[in-house]
């Protein structure tokens, strides 16, 4: 998984990825982003992921849902769960829902990885240790 994290001086701390991925980016820099709560409570799965008996367990955010199991994160946009209905309206318009970029897997191990080098760089991980 290749990606980049920029500190912009407008926009604040932000997480770039691959096309593939970018989901990533989008879930860290605005589900994510420097919120203790949200963050303690994301290395709390991290850690509970390896120990649980159940196979996954979810993080449900405001436009991004974290399913993460003992082998994978996965990563999807909520409005993918939405019923066929709500989505009826707008049949009218021709308008489709295009599912790139709306789903986005990794490795467990990567993702702590990624975890780790996110808190890391915008200074949780160090204050919390």
Request: with cysteine; glycine share 6%; charged share 25%.
């Amino acid at each position: 998984m290749e990606y980049q994290f920029v500190r912009d001086p407008i926009f604040g701390f932000r997480a770039k990825f691959n096309d593939e991925q970018a989901l990533f980016g989008r879930w860290l820099t605005e589900e994510m982003n420097t919120n203790p709560e949200k963050l303690g409570q994301l290395l709390g799965l991290i850690t509970q992921a390896k120990t649980l008996q159940q196979d996954e367990i979810q993080l449900l955010g405001k436009e991004v849902t974290l399913t993460l199991s003992r082998s994978e994160a996965l990563l999807e946009a909520n409005i993918l769960h939405h019923q066929d209905e709500d989505l009826s309206q707008y049949q009218d318009d021709a308008l489709m829902l295009d599912e790139d970029g709306l789903i986005a897997v990794c490795g467990y191990e990567d993702f702590v990885a990624l975890i780790e080098a996110w808190c890391e760089f915008i200074g949780f991980c160090h204050s919390k240790r």
